[in-house]
């Protein structure tokens, strides 16, 4: 037999100089703290965007079935003239006071009488016409102030908007 050999290896010293290479415990957790935090600011933002289109979709909407109620309105005489009535069996702007259209009772229609898009039918839109006293550059004139109001059905937001109508002169 021969003799005992030492089989230990020798312990290498590391100095200065020498390269690690991979991430401490600290500076993975690190990580994910910023990584984490990163990306719960691009889901809000997200999520805070997707809500604002959703807003506007419906403001634009709002917008479109009152201006077209507005139109139709204005396109008839201030006063009744003893014309033929529109598909609405109204002649004249006054004539369109206490007018409602709510989805619970029918469909929001358009002036000849078709349904607006499935999108539409969420909303109620309701008219008062009264008489007010206007001042056009320091001349104190009658008028109609025409006021619809939108209701969106399912949360029951209201949007309100008006045109005032001044007297046509004799």
Same mark, same amino acid.
């Given at each position: ?8 290896? =020798? ?7 020498? !390269?690690?290479? +991979?991430? $401490?415990?600290?500076?993975?957790? %690190?990580?994910? #703290?910023? %990584?984490?935090?990163? @990306? ?8 805070? *965007?997707?809500? /604002?289109?959703?807003?506007? %979709? ?6 479109? %079935?009152? &201006? ?12 009744? $003239? *003893? ?5 609405? +069996? ?15 009772? +029918?469909? !929001? ?14 909303? &109620? /839109?309701?008219?008062? #016409?009264?008489?007010?006293? @206007?001042? @056009? ?5 009658? +008028?109609?102030?025409?006021? !619809? ?15 005032? !109508? =001044?007297?046509?002169?004799?």
């Amino acid at each position: 037999m021969g003799a005992w050999r030492n089989t230990l290896l =020798p312990v290498e010293k590391y100095t200065q100089t020498d !390269v690690f290479y +991979g991430f $401490t415990l600290i500076e993975s957790l %690190l990580a994910t #703290v910023v %990584l984490s935090i990163s @990306l719960v600011a691009i889901f809000n933002a997200i999520t805070h *965007g997707q809500t /604002r289109a959703y807003q506007a %979709l419906h403001e634009t909407q709002v917008t479109f %079935l009152a &201006e077209s109620l507005i139109e139709e309105i204005m396109s008839l005489p201030y006063t009744d $003239t *003893g014309g033929s009535a529109n598909n609405r +069996g109204f002649n004249d702007i006054s004539d369109y006071n206490g007018y409602d259209e709510e989805a619970s009772e +029918g469909q !929001v229609v358009d002036l000849q009488g078709n349904p607006y898009p499935e999108e539409y039918q969420t909303y &109620e /839109r309701h008219i008062t #016409v009264t008489p007010i006293s @206007l001042n @056009l550059f320091g001349v104190n004139q009658n +008028g109609l102030r025409v006021s !619809v109001t939108v209701i969106y059905t399912s949360n029951g937001n209201t949007w309100l908007f008006t045109r005032d !109508v =001044p007297e046509p002169a004799p």
